[in-house]
Nanobody
Framework: QVQLVESGGGLVQAGGSLRLSCAAS????????MGWFRQAPGKDRERVAT????????YYADSVKGRFTISRDVAKNSMYLQMNSLKPEDTAVYYC?????????????WGQGTQVTVSS
């Protein structure tokens, strides 16, 4: 089982950058696909970016392609989301998630979320 804790959220002006981190506990972190999801008020949860267990395969939502980069460091049991050129529509609670299956599939483990607010 994996336990996940996000950090790095905050308030930033449009055009700025933030780096989210996800710290995972559990010795099998390296076997899990990982992902970042977000949910804005009144909207459904959105898959933002995901990465395969070996880091070779990634997915990005069209809305963040070219601006966000997902990465993982197995040695540090951590995953990251570098967010550049932020827009007000990126404002949401961002969740870290883990999956024992494909990074494109469903996720079983979730963090508590970290708020990202982008001001115009």
């Amino acid at each position: 089982q994996v336990q996940l804790v996000e950090s790095g959220g905050g308030l930033v002006q449009a055009g700025g950058s933030l780096r989210l981190s996800c710290a995972a506990s559990g010795r099998t972190f390296g076997n899990y696909a990982m992902g970042w999801f977000r949910q804005a008020p009144g909207k459904d949860r959105e898959r933002v970016a995901t990465i395969s267990w070996n880091g070779i395969s990634t997915y990005y939502a069209d809305s963040v392609k070219g601006r966000f980069t997902i990465s993982r460091d197995v040695a540090k049991n951590s995953m990251y989301l570098q967010m550049n050129s932020l827009k007000p529509e990126d404002t949401a609670v961002y969740y870290c998630a883990g999956s024992r299956g494909s990074h494109l599939g469903e996720y079983e483990y979730w963090g508590q979320g970290t708020q990202v607010t982008v001001s115009s």
